[in-house]
C-alpha cells in the first residue's frame, strides 16, 4: 500500500500551462505503476495519461496526446504530468493512482489501481 498526494492543480486560462505532481510515501514507489485520471462533474473518471515502473513508457489516451507529458523521479517518490494547451475541457478534479499489475493493458482501467490520492482541481477558463 502506499499512500499518494497531488498538487499543482489551479485556475488557467485556455492555451496555458500547469504541472501536476503525485508524490508517494509509504511504499516502495518504484513497485508501482501510476496513473492519472480525471474526473468532471456528472462524469465518469477518465483515464489520462500512465507511467511504467521504471519511468520508461509513458501512456496517454487520445484526448491529451500531444499536449500533456507525464514523467517520474522515483529517487523523489514523484511523478508529474506537464499539461500544455489546455482547453476547457480539460477541466476537473484530477487523481493520480497507484497500481500493481504489470501489464500495460490494464493501465486505463480504474479499477486495476490499488491506491488513489485525494485529487487536485484544475479549471481551464475560456
Known amino acids: 500500500q502506499v499512500q499518494l498526494e497531488e498538487s499543482g492543480g489551479g485556475l488557467v486560462q485556455a492555451g496555458g500551462s500547469l504541472r501536476l505532481s503525485c508524490t508517494a510515501s509509504g511504499g516502495t514507489f518504484s513497485n508501482y505503476v501510476i496513473g492519472w485520471f480525471r474526473q468532471a462533474p456528472k462524469n465518469e473518471r477518465e483515464f489520462v495519461s500512465a507511467i511504467t515502473r521504471e519511468g520508461r513508457y509513458p501512456y496517454y489516451s487520445e484526448s491529451v496526446q500531444g499536449r500533456f507529458t507525464i514523467s517520474r523521479d522515483n529517487a523523489k517518490n514523484t511523478v508529474y504530468l506537464q499539461m500544455r494547451d489546455l482547453k476547457p475541457e480539460d477541466t476537473a478534479v484530477y487523481y493520480c493512482?497507484?497500481?500493481?499489475?504489470?501489464?500495460?493493458?490494464?493501465?486505463?482501467?480504474?479499477?486495476?489501481?490499488?491506491?488513489w490520492g485525494q485529487g487536485t482541481q484544475v479549471t481551464v477558463s475560456s
Open positions: 493512482a497507484a497500481g500493481g499489475f504489470w501489464s500495460m493493458s490494464y493501465s486505463r482501467r480504474p479499477t486495476r489501481y490499488d491506491d
